[in-house]
């Protein structure tokens, strides 16, 4: 059974009052430098894996997309989806990605924000996309970065007056499940290396365009805490073609 945390209620509350909950992309820190890997969508079929509120499904809907499919395992995200972003050309459906199933070169672009970190299986899911895209397509995704994942708690390490010391990076090679916290409470996710993200990528016939670790911008320096994230990566964003 794959977890699906976002129904619980309780969770989806306090993911409701996050930053990017609230403000969308413009909410997100990274959106800065996942926007200038975006391909141009003009005419395109494009598929949203682990789509959320529907902002990137709405956002490539503005940038004259043909066609987008936001598939996402929460039903409590897809009701706030269709709530915030409705389109007649935008089609939700609730499924794992892992589970999803499409025709050979249905698509023209493939694009995931921080959700492939919950795929147990990343190589099954890149060869399904690698099948999905047509030759020529993009695929364009935002991680959690292997240090943040590697050791588990995603926390930093704090003294006896509780200010951070440094963040823990250990068992880097270990890859596979970790129980993370996030907003106080337990989620699974899966931890693998930078080699793994990439290679699996051109082993299935990717051709990488740009790999990026994005700093927050300078916008929302003064926001309690952001000023730690320069201390060490918490994303990785990576843009690759299919030849």
Known sequence: MKENKYDDEVFFEKYSQMYRSIYGLQGAGEWHEFEKLLPDFQGKR????????????????????????????????????????????????????????LEPDS????????????????????QHIANW?????????SVEHPVFTSYGNQD?????????????VDRYFYEGQREAVFLQ????????????????????????QHVVEPQPPLEMMNMEGMKDEMRRPMMLLIAVQKV
């Open 107 to 126: 698509f023209d672009v493939v694009f995931s924000s921080l959700a492939l970190h919950y795929v147990k299986d990343y190589e099954q899911l890149v």
């Open 185 to 208: 409470e337990k989620v699974v996710k899966y931890h693998r290396t930078l080699t793994t993200y990439l290679e699996t990528l051109m082993k299935h016939g990717f051709m990488i």
């Open 133 to 141: 895209l047509t030759k020529g397509g993009n695929f364009v995704f």
């Open 46 to 101: 494009v598929l949203d894996l682990g789509c959320g509120y529907g902002w990137h499904c709405q956002y490539a809907m503005e940038h004259h997309a043909q066609y987008v499919l936001g598939v996402d395992i929460s039903k409590r995200m897809l009701e706030t989806a269709k709530q915030k972003h409705a389109h007649p050309q935008i089609e939700y459906r609730q499924i794992a990605m892992e589970d999803l199933t």
């Open 156 to 168: 930093w390490y704090y003294d006896e007056n509780g200010n951070i010391l440094h963040f823990p």
